[in-house]
């Protein structure tokens, strides 16, 4: 039989990245994310893994970049300020093509903020927090289960396409305590990587960088990696359908605020109309088409978050004016009830 | 069949012990559980609260906004959670360190357990949470009592196990108590 773990969201993220083969993990501890840090401390000697709490969150990613230019699985872990301080490195490892894994529980902003949920950082993963045109994939689970699935895939995904991969949880999904069943661990731990540097004797050698000082070059580069980025729009969307087919009105959520949303749809009992939901899994490459389809028959779309209104503007891009596009959200910890949504349905005249 | 309970008291008073014994327990039991804890604050002293969903169905929010079951180990918690009583909810409160007000509705099953004081006299104040557990479990029979005890052993290990037997027999005293007090047929679950 299978075994259950009762674990949190940081705890999962941390033994499913052990399955997953990565071995090297640098840190800085911050609340809300300090579950995942603590276990690997312990857990990484334990597999012959590389443990450093580093002296600072700009140390933690560089040390990221230079395991994964030596082509090993390595990943960090913060939550938001902590984030905000990656992002220069984030977007030097976009432009050296570097696979890693980023786990953000996101906290309170802007700034300092609180140690409570939130969904605010939105905009920063998807769409780039550092600078130039580059994308990370970002992956958001809602249950400490999925917490798991996503970062024993992310691993996958990063070195598949030789890109920085988030998973973007939040405080609630951090601290949640669930049952969890892993993976079995993988045998062949680390793909084929033949870019990494790893010593070029006998053969020529390899060169990571993001450095294209000579005129045209970068520009070349450039159009290659959005050429990449276009294959990950094509093959790597993720959602989850609750009945959005034949739909009056879909709420559009993910992570912690879709929980929320199905129990607004299990509450909701009216006889006129159909209530569905989309949960975006992966935020970018983002579920466009989908909403789009969506779009066309539904009477209205609610896009539910616990921030100002951030993903909302990703929906009404993707409807493109087809049907209204309303939103709901709290901010600095407040997180929506299923009687506030009601209500905002209700408001709506359904 | 689902049960929503919050768990609160001080830190220290072992509200997050029982909370997670009560997840571990229901778990192996095979039911969906969420336990939701109160963080950023684990400091001797300060509030602790944890929000338990038990469910034989996919739990929605892991936040709960009205309760089945409050258990209260200190004024300040009454003051923070009583928005969360509704109908029929289940009020277990420690009455050694907890007074509560005259004008409770009366549409709520209140327990009034002497915690503290029956620790005390089973000689360790600090297992109040298992003399709590003890009530609780016996008045709404969720768990089988190997199955609770079978957890608490697991978790109390090196210089810890020694305080097993402590706990069990709190526990046993809380059972006793809310049997003696309030009618409560209990049936102790078969052994596994």
Redesign the interface.
Known sequence: MET?H?LTGNEAAAEAAIIAGCRYYYGYPI??QNELINYLATRMPQVGGTFIQAESELAAINMVYGSAAAGARTMTSSSSPGISLKQECISYMAGSELPCLIVNMQRGGPGLGD?STSQADYFQAVKGGGHGDYRIIVLAPSTVQETADLVYDAFDIADKYRNPVMVLGD??IG?????VVFHKERKNNVADKPWALTGSKGRKKNIVKSFYPVKGELEVFNKKLQEKYKRIEDNEVLFEDLNTNGADVVLVAYG?TS??C??VI?KYESGNHQLGMLRPISLWPFPTKKIREISESAKAIITIEMSAGQMVEDVRLAVEGRCPVHFYGRTGGG?P???EILKKIDELGF | MIEKVILAGYGGQGMMLFGKLLAQSVMMNGKYVTFYPSYGTEVRGGKAFYHVIISTDYIFSPVIDEADTLIIMNNPSFDKFQNCIVNNTHLFYNSSLVHLPNDLPDDINIFKIPATEIANDIGNLVASNMVMMGAYNCVKNLIPRSRFLYCLRTSLTGKKAALFEINKLAMERGEQYVQENYNINYDIGQDE
Do not use: S, V, W, Y
Request: charged letters at 25%.
């Open positions: 259950k009762l609340t809300p140690i405080a609630q601290q949640l305590m669930e049952p912690t929980r929320i199905k129990d299990n997180i009830t299923p009687k």
